[in-house]
């Protein structure tokens, strides 16, 4: 019984990750409903830029290097839309979604001409596990699930107390109406592109230090990530927080029932029978704030 | 004169709608647009509103030249229109919804005294002020958004058919309200599809016709005046004539 | 200059493989980012049938016929969604595929791939056979280009591209638009799948490997880049995309910076799809000189 | 000809049409008319089949169309328009107009290859067909032109071509003459009552009522969901619930 709950605790930890993409993809589709897949690089970004200011010549301690390392992947995702996306907007959506598949493409070679293709690591101290009543677990994967909960934290604060967060779900819900009450919209897309790229560079770096960092890192989870931000209905930050949790506890269950190659299957399968039965996706209809 | 519309003309690509169209509004007069459906009334609106540029003619508001002003700018000079039909925020709750609306005002705290004080004017959605606007019924949107009137106090505010899709009593209810407003001081733009009803509380009335200026006159005497009839339904054959040529 | 000939041929099969797409992409208003699939599946099962011992040309047939009924499998649930989630769905439809080829190890080999792929019976195995390879690829490339003109030119075509304008109208017109769209991904898949099989039994050994994203943006390129909804379009697209992925290896490059060579070309390209996007949305071959993209 | 029984449809807790019965003849040209929001345009979808119908069912001639798909209702001959009409801008007037032809085997892909004589028989037909809608309607010169060229009246005028090449029997127009100058609503008008000469039933939604009175042998009058009236032009102008739905109660204090 223990190795299932183990599973299922392995499940939590990966799902507050892929609920932190999630949430920042649902976040740009919310306001712009249009779904990046750029987002990808925002990720692979995010991890490799702390591996370059955590390592030599500039080889900063680790919480150190994350500050530039998320600043910077900050001013991608910001410039993703300033200098590609807004000129698109007007133009017929399938030119948005080709351009965001080119630049994800464009970006995540870059990387590979910097860093290469091969496995890295952040070359940690061996991490050591906590043992609790027969659960293992270890140091990274608590700070995980921690900076994870203070992200989402941070970001229900954000959405339901400040001014800002209240103008951006406004916008969300009514673009004409948020304009006519003066809602300023460079200062929200910037707020949104900014809080998506910072999520997206976090997790990516919470799950470069679980495990490691190769180019793909981004592709593999924004697959995922749209299966939470479906599962959510997509524009619903709940949603997308409850998505991603589930995703990465099916994932998680899902390895004892049937071979880990297949391990990806899971959230393709959450995908295609949403997209088929439920595309206002399930989690939707229970939270309501968007 | 507070609001001065002059020689408009404006449409969406194809065929102009809006044809040398004119209108005026006093400081806090009721003034109401009223025609048979396709005769521009919306549009006139938006174009005040600032969602549409007219191609001709000009806009000034408070002797300034506001035809090509955006609309937030034009919020800040306390234009304030309310669109028809989903004129809230589904998602958020009521005090969040009057939030937004106090975006204009400067400084948290004249924003939450106002909203506090719109809050106790209006007790029906006072009690639901947590609840998501999604929750109230047409009625109570529609006051809510008529409320975001009494936060900012404007100078002027732009009604698109606030009694679209309202029951009888309620739309009572929101007339009684919009005349409440000019107590504040406010002057008001009302277009309506219930012809009748907007008269009977308007100082002034502008009647449209296919885009054109068709009649004009007070409330009372476009209310006795039976061309207003025939304008909707049709009348004599020498009326049904001039509508062919 | 056998050199010459791979590129020439590689040419010809990657312009089947735009044409199968732009089928969809172009003329049915479909966003199939799936369409690797269907090369995949065209390329897997003949190879696999004739290491079984059929013989190639039966082996390619039941390739199509495979592809077909995939792309109708696919087709049918996938249409119950539009625009970015139909290209969401297809995506991950290859995805699935290329798992599936990595994973079930007693069928595909997994990673390791199906090598040793016969050529049919006429063309000689290796370099030699090359020239003729060449011949066969180029009457699959015209073949292929004469079905899809006569299929674009006709009354079908003109439905899809109605269908593609305004949906609401084609219906009001009569046009089951479902029955349509399936025809135009069973047409797509089978084309893919041909395209899938002259590859398999050119190169001789195929791997989950060569079924990834990248082949779906390259395929993608050469349709948006030539332009959508034109026959001659995705041909001149795939040249293009062919010669300049392939014309790199003449440039003197020292041995040290070789590894820079592939992102280098991954940077190029997806900067293309970008650009283009935002320059010139119709590509180089413009379907026709409307003012709305 | 048209049957409508005890038809709603609602959209969450608003009742857009609440219980309307009406039935069509031989009658010519029919009006559906009423205020913004009465559930004109709503009533026009259910009877399409584009928004499915909560209760009731619809006849059209014999058959029942109250669950049909869009496409099957308009191969029974009940074509209708669509208020903001696109015409397709890079296809010429005379394509734009084949393109709406039904039941065309050079729709099918396989007669392509196996039976190409008759498709293009069959494509010659339609081209001879259009030529003569165009004529009909003083487009022909106009054939060969891209569709995108043509001025708003005469899209407005393709738009009714396309419907005729799609052999109805009855159509439906959601609103004709919006935005079109008088001259050629008489154009139009003329057109429509050639239609009836040949036995096509029009039934359809219009806000301009000195033109329904003259051009409408019956109306029907909807408001806030509800069929409040049903007679000739004439009557309805002096019916006061019609009054009341256009022109609103004014049993208000100033």
């Given at each position: 019984?223990?190795y299932?709950?183990q599973?299922?605790?392995?499940?939590?930890?990966?799902?507050?990750v892929y609920?932190?993409?999630?949430?920042?993809?649902?976040?740009?589709?919310?306001?712009?409903?249009?779904?990046?897949f750029?987002?990808?690089?925002l990720?692979?970004?995010?991890a490799?830029?702390?591996?370059?200011f955590?390592?030599p010549?500039?080889?900063?301690?680790?919480?150190?290097?994350?500050?530039?390392a998320?600043?910077?992947?900050?001013?991608?995702?910001f410039s993703?839309?300033w200098?590609?996306?807004?000129?698109?907007?007007?133009?017929?959506?399938?030119?948005?979604?080709?351009?965001?598949?080119?630049?994800s493409?464009?970006?995540?070679n870059?990387?590979?001409?910097?860093?290469?293709?091969?496995?890295?690591?952040f070359?940690?101290?061996?991490?050591?596990?906590?043992?609790?009543?027969g659960?293992y677990?270890?140091g990274?994967?608590?700070?995980m699930?921690?900076?994870?909960?203070?992200f989402?934290?941070?970001?229900?604060?954000?959405?339901t107390?400040s001014?800002?967060g209240?103008?951006l779900?406004?916008?969300?819900?009514?673009l004409?109406?948020?304009?006519i009450?003066g809602?300023?919209m460079?200062?929200?897309?910037a707020v949104?592109?900014?809080?998506?790229?910072?999520?997206?560079?976090?997790?990516?770096?919470?799950l470069?230090?679980?495990?490691?960092l190769?180019?793909?890192?981004g592709?593999a989870?924004?697959?995922?990530?749209?299966?939470?931000?479906?599962?959510?209905?997509?524009?619903?930050?709940?949603g997308?927080?409850?998505g991603?949790?589930f995703?990465?506890?099916a994932?998680?269950?899902g390895v004892a029932?049937?071979?880990?190659?297949?391990?990806?299957?899971?959230s393709?399968a959450?995908i295609?029978?949403?997209l088929l039965?439920?595309p206002?996706g399930i989690?939707?209809?229970l939270?309501?704030?968007r | 004169?507070?609001?001065e519309v002059?020689?408009?003309t404006a449409?969406y690509?194809?065929a102009?709608?809006?044809?040398?169209?004119?209108?005026?509004?006093e400081?806090?007069?009721?003034?109401?647009?009223?025609?048979?459906?396709?005769?521009?009334?919306?549009?006139?609106l938006?174009?005040?509103?600032g969602?549409?540029?007219p191609?001709?003619g000009?806009?000034r508001?408070?002797?300034?030249?506001?035809?090509?002003?955006g609309?937030?700018?034009?919020?800040r000079?306390?234009?304030m229109?309310?669109p028809?039909?989903?004129?809230?925020?589904?998602?958020?709750?009521?005090?969040?919804?009057?939030?937004i609306?106090g975006?204009?005002?400067?400084?948290?705290?004249a924003?939450?005294?106002?909203?506090?004080?719109t809050?106790?004017?209006y007790?029906?959605?006072g009690?639901?002020k947590?609840?998501?606007?999604?929750?109230l019924?047409?009625?109570?949107?529609?006051l809510?958004?008529?409320s975001?009137?009494?936060?900012?106090?404007?100078r002027?505010?732009?009604?698109d058919e606030?009694?679209?899709?309202?029951?009888p009593l309620?739309?009572?209810l929101?007339?009684?309200?919009i005349?409440?407003?000019?107590r504040?001081?406010?002057?008001?733009?009302?277009?309506?599809q219930?012809?009748r009803?907007?008269l009977?509380?308007?100082?002034r009335?502008?009647v449209?016709e296919l885009?054109?200026?068709?009649?004009?006159?007070?409330?009372?005497?476009?209310?006795?005046?039976?061309?207003?009839?025939?304008?909707?339904?049709g009348?004599?054959p020498?009326d049904?004539?001039?509508?062919?040529? | 200059?056998?050199?010459?000939?791979?590129?020439?041929?590689?040419?010809?099969?990657?312009?089947?493989?735009?044409?199968?797409?732009n089928?969809?992409?172009?003329?049915?208003?479909?966003?199939?980012?799936?369409?690797?699939?269907?090369?995949g599946i065209?390329?897997?099962?003949?190879?696999?049938?004739?290491?079984?011992?059929?013989?190639?040309?039966?082996?390619?047939?039941?390739?199509?016929a495979?592809?077909?009924i995939?792309g109708?499998?696919?087709?049918?649930p996938?249409l119950?969604?539009?625009?970015?989630?139909?290209?969401?769905?297809?995506?991950?439809?290859?995805?699935?595929?290329?798992l599936?080829?990595?994973n079930e190890?007693w069928?595909t080999?997994?990673?390791m791939?199906?090598?040793?792929?016969p050529?049919?019976a006429?063309i000689?195995?290796?370099?030699?056979?090359?020239?003729?390879?060449?011949?066969?690829?180029?009457?699959a490339?015209?073949?292929?280009?004469?079905?899809i003109?006569?299929?674009?030119?006709?009354?079908f075509?003109?439905?899809?591209?109605?269908?593609?304008e305004?949906?609401?109208m084609?219906q009001?017109f009569?046009?089951?638009?479902?029955?349509f769209?399936?025809?135009?991904?069973?047409?797509?898949s089978?084309?893919?799948?041909?395209a899938?099989?002259l590859?398999a039994?050119y190169?001789s050994?195929?791997?989950p490997a060569?079924?990834?994203?990248t082949?779906?943006?390259?395929?993608?390129?050469?349709?948006v880049?030539?332009?959508?909804?034109?026959n001659w379009?995705?041909?001149?697209?795939a040249?293009?995309?062919?010669?300049?992925g392939?014309?790199v290896?003449?440039?003197?490059?020292?041995?040290?910076?070789?590894?820079?060579?592939?992102?280098?070309q991954?940077?190029i390209y997806?900067?293309?799809?970008?650009?283009?996007?935002?320059?010139?949305?119709?590509?180089m071959?413009?379907?026709?000189?409307?003012?709305?993209? | 000809?048209l049957?409508?029984?005890?038809?709603?449809?609602?959209?969450?807790?608003?009742?857009?049409?609440?219980?309307?019965?009406?039935e069509?003849g031989?009658?010519?040209?029919t009006?559906?008319?009423?205020?913004?929001?009465?559930?004109?345009?709503t009533?026009?979808?259910?009877?399409?089949g584009?928004?499915?119908?909560?209760?009731?069912?619809?006849f059209?001639?014999p058959?029942s169309?109250?669950?049909?798909?869009?496409h099957?209702?308009?191969?029974?001959g009940?074509?209708?328009?669509?208020?903001h009409?696109r015409?397709?801008p890079f296809?010429?007037?005379?394509?734009?107009l084949?393109?709406?032809?039904?039941?065309q085997?050079g729709?099918?892909?396989w007669p392509?290859f196996?039976?190409?004589?008759r498709?293009?028989?069959?494509e010659?037909n339609?081209h001879e067909?259009?030529?003569?809608?165009?004529r009909l309607?003083d487009?022909?010169?106009?054939?060969?032109?891209?569709?995108?060229?043509?001025?708003y009246?005469?899209?407005k005028?393709?738009?009714?071509?396309?419907?005729?090449?799609?052999?109805?029997?009855?159509?439906l127009?959601?609103?004709?003459t919006?935005?079109?100058?008088?001259?050629?609503i008489r154009?139009l008008?003329?057109?429509?009552?050639?239609?009836?000469?040949?036995?096509?039933?029009i039934?359809?939604i219009?806000?301009?009522?000195?033109l329904v009175?003259?051009l409408?042998?019956?109306?029907?009058?909807?408001?806030s969901?509800?069929?409040?009236?049903?007679?000739?032009?004439?009557?309805?102008r002096?019916?006061?619930?019609v009054?009341?739905a256009?022109?609103?109660?004014?049993?208000?204090?100033?």
């Amino acid at each position: 019984m223990s190795y299932y709950l183990q599973l299922l605790l392995n499940g939590v930890i990966a799902g507050s990750v892929y609920a932190l993409f999630a949430v920042g993809l649902t976040l740009v589709y919310g306001v712009f409903r249009f779904i990046n897949f750029a987002h990808a690089e925002l990720i692979s970004w995010g991890a490799y830029l702390t591996l370059m200011f955590s390592s030599p010549p500039v080889s900063w301690p680790l919480c150190l290097a994350v500050i530039p390392a998320v600043l910077l992947t900050a001013f991608i995702g910001f410039s993703q839309d300033w200098f590609i996306y807004r000129p698109l907007r007007r133009g017929s959506p399938i030119t948005l979604l080709i351009a965001s598949i080119g630049l994800s493409y464009m970006l995540r070679n870059v990387l590979r001409l910097i860093w290469g293709s091969d496995l890295m690591t952040f070359s940690l101290p061996l991490a050591r596990g906590f043992e609790f009543s027969g659960y293992y677990v270890t140091g990274i994967q608590l700070l995980m699930l921690a900076a994870a909960l203070l992200f989402l934290m941070i970001l229900y604060l954000l959405l339901t107390k400040s001014l800002m967060g209240k103008s951006l779900r406004a916008t969300a819900d009514n673009l004409e109406l948020a304009a006519i009450m003066g809602v300023s919209m460079p200062k929200v897309s910037a707020v949104v592109w900014t809080l998506a790229s910072v999520f997206a560079a976090a997790g990516g770096i919470l799950l470069a230090l679980d495990t490691n960092l190769e180019p793909m890192m981004g592709v593999a989870n924004l697959i995922k990530a749209f299966a939470a931000v479906l599962l959510g209905g997509a524009g619903n930050v709940w949603g997308a927080l409850l998505g991603g949790l589930f995703i990465g506890i099916a994932e998680n269950l899902g390895v004892a029932f049937f071979s880990p190659g297949y391990k990806d299957f899971v959230s393709f399968a959450v995908i295609f029978l949403l997209l088929l039965f439920r595309p206002r996706g399930i989690f939707g209809l229970l939270t309501g704030v968007r | 004169m507070l609001l001065e519309v002059n020689r408009i003309t404006a449409g969406y690509g194809h065929a102009p709608i809006l044809e040398e169209i004119s209108l005026g509004v006093e400081t806090g007069e009721i003034v109401c647009v009223i025609g048979p459906n396709g005769a521009g009334k919306s549009t006139v609106l938006r174009t005040v509103a600032g969602q549409l540029t007219p191609c001709a003619g000009w806009v000034r508001y408070a002797g300034e030249d506001i035809t090509r002003l955006g609309i937030a700018e034009r919020g800040r000079r306390g234009l304030m229109f309310i669109p028809q039909g989903m004129n809230i925020f589904p998602n958020l709750t009521v005090r969040e919804n009057l939030e937004i609306a106090g975006l204009l005002i400067s400084g948290k705290q004249a924003r939450q005294q106002a909203i506090r004080e719109t809050l106790d004017h209006y007790p029906i959605i006072g009690r639901k002020k947590d609840l998501y606007a999604r929750d109230l019924s047409g009625g109570e949107r529609q006051l809510l958004a008529l409320s975001r009137t009494r936060i900012l106090r404007p100078r002027l505010v732009v009604l698109d058919e606030p009694s679209l899709g309202l029951a009888p009593l309620l739309v009572n209810l929101i007339f009684d309200e919009i005349v409440g407003l000019t107590r504040l001081g406010v002057s008001i733009l009302l277009v309506e599809q219930n012809a009748r009803k907007a008269l009977s509380i308007s100082h002034r009335g502008y009647v449209l016709e296919l885009g054109r200026n068709r009649l004009t006159g007070t409330g009372s005497q476009l209310l006795q005046n039976d061309e207003v009839q025939r304008l909707y339904l049709g009348g004599e054959p020498a009326d049904e004539a001039n509508a062919m040529s | 200059m056998d050199y010459l000939l791979h590129v020439m041929i590689l040419a010809l099969i990657y312009s089947v493989f735009a044409m199968s797409l732009n089928l969809e992409l172009g003329y049915a208003g479909l966003y199939n980012f799936g369409h690797v699939a269907f090369f995949g599946i065209g390329a897997y099962v003949s190879a696999l049938l004739s290491h079984a011992g059929v013989p190639v040309s039966a082996a390619m047939i039941c390739a199509l016929a495979a592809a077909g009924i995939t792309g109708a499998l696919l087709a049918v649930p996938a249409l119950r969604v539009s625009g970015d989630y139909f290209g969401i769905a297809t995506l991950v439809f290859a995805e699935m595929f290329r798992l599936v080829c990595l994973n079930e190890r007693w069928l595909t080999k997994g990673p390791m791939g199906l090598p040793g792929i016969p050529r049919p019976a006429w063309i000689a195995p290796g370099v030699e056979g090359m020239p003729a390879y060449l011949l066969f690829a180029f009457l699959a490339a015209v073949g292929t280009f004469v079905f899809i003109r006569r299929l674009t030119g006709s009354p079908f075509g003109r439905a899809l591209k109605v269908i593609r304008e305004d949906e609401h109208m084609a219906q009001a017109f009569g046009k089951n638009i479902l029955l349509f769209k399936v025809k135009a991904i069973v047409a797509g898949s089978v084309l893919a799948g041909w395209a899938g099989t002259l590859w398999a039994h050119y190169i001789s050994y195929i791997s989950p490997a060569d079924f990834t994203l990248t082949e779906t943006i390259l395929v993608l390129l050469c349709v948006v880049l030539g332009g959508r909804g034109t026959n001659w379009g995705p041909v001149v697209g795939a040249i293009a995309v062919v010669f300049f992925g392939e014309a790199v290896r003449f440039l003197p490059i020292p041995p040290a910076l070789t590894r820079y060579v592939a992102p280098l070309q991954g940077i190029i390209y997806g900067g293309i799809l970008v650009v283009i996007m935002m320059k010139m949305p119709n590509g180089m071959i413009p379907e026709h000189r409307r003012k709305n993209t | 000809m048209l049957r409508i029984q005890n038809v709603t449809k609602a959209f969450g807790a608003l009742m857009a049409v609440h219980g309307v019965s009406l039935e069509i003849g031989d009658t010519g040209v029919t009006g559906l008319v009423g205020p913004n929001g009465s559930g004109k345009s709503t009533l026009f979808h259910l009877i399409t089949g584009f928004y499915r119908l909560d209760q009731g069912d619809i006849f059209f001639g014999p058959h029942s169309i109250g669950r049909l798909p869009p496409h099957e209702i308009s191969r029974l001959g009940l074509i209708r328009s669509f208020q903001h009409t696109r015409p397709l801008p890079f296809m010429t007037v005379i394509d734009n107009l084949i393109a709406a032809a039904p039941g065309q085997t050079g729709e099918l892909i396989w007669p392509l290859f196996l039976k190409p004589a008759r498709v293009r028989r069959e494509e010659n037909n339609l081209h001879e067909k259009a030529r003569g809608i165009l004529r009909l309607l003083d487009l022909l010169p106009l054939a060969d032109e891209l569709a995108g060229r043509l001025s708003y009246g005469q899209q407005k005028l393709m738009e009714l071509g396309r419907i005729l090449m799609a052999g109805p029997r009855m159509i439906l127009l959601d609103e004709p003459t919006a935005g079109i100058n008088p001259t050629l609503i008489r154009r139009l008008v003329e057109v429509l009552h050639r239609l009836c000469e040949q036995g096509i039933q029009i039934f359809l939604i219009e806000h301009n009522m000195p033109l329904v009175a003259k051009l409408c042998q019956h109306v029907f009058v909807m408001d806030s969901g509800e069929l409040i009236f049903s007679g000739t032009p004439k009557q309805a102008r002096e019916e006061p619930r019609v009054i009341e739905a256009y022109l609103g109660r004014e049993n208000h204090a100033a």
